[in-house]
Nanobody, 123 residues
């Protein structure tokens, strides 16, 4: 099956950290920009971050800039999202998806969506 498999979510206290992983299954990520997105209950899916094919450029939403770091390991066919100083507003299901050739904020232009991983920030 051609999709991403997200992992690494969980329950964390405000100020804590998590590292999400996004492993590609059935395709090679080398040819794609990879984006992380999140969706909270009752809200529209929003872009969190995106990394270009060779990691030459990265993009962050204003709400996570300075706290989240996206990276990729094309040899492992995996993309990561390091999330630091988490706050309750970061609570959501986090997804990754691919787009060729590059990043865009429109999630409808991405494919190979996985099932997502739940991140809950609460004391």
């Amino acid at each position: 099956q051609v999709q991403f498999v997200e992992s690494g979510g969980g329950l964390v206290q405000p100020g804590g950290s998590l590292r999400l992983s996004c492993a590609a299954s059935g395709f090679i990520i080398d040819y794609y920009a990879i984006g992380w997105f999140r969706q909270a209950p009752g809200q529209e899916r929003e872009g969190v971050s995106c990394i270009s094919r060779r990691a030459a450029s990265t993009i962050y939403a204003d709400s996570v800039s300075g706290r989240f770091t996206i990276s990729r390991d094309n040899f492992k066919n995996t993309v990561y999202l390091q999330m630091n100083n988490l706050n309750p507003e970061d609570t959501a299901v986090y997804y990754c998806a691919a787009r060729s050739p590059g990043c865009t904020s429109d999630y409808l232009q991405y494919g190979y969506w996985g099932q997502g991983t739940q991140v809950t920030v609460s004391s």
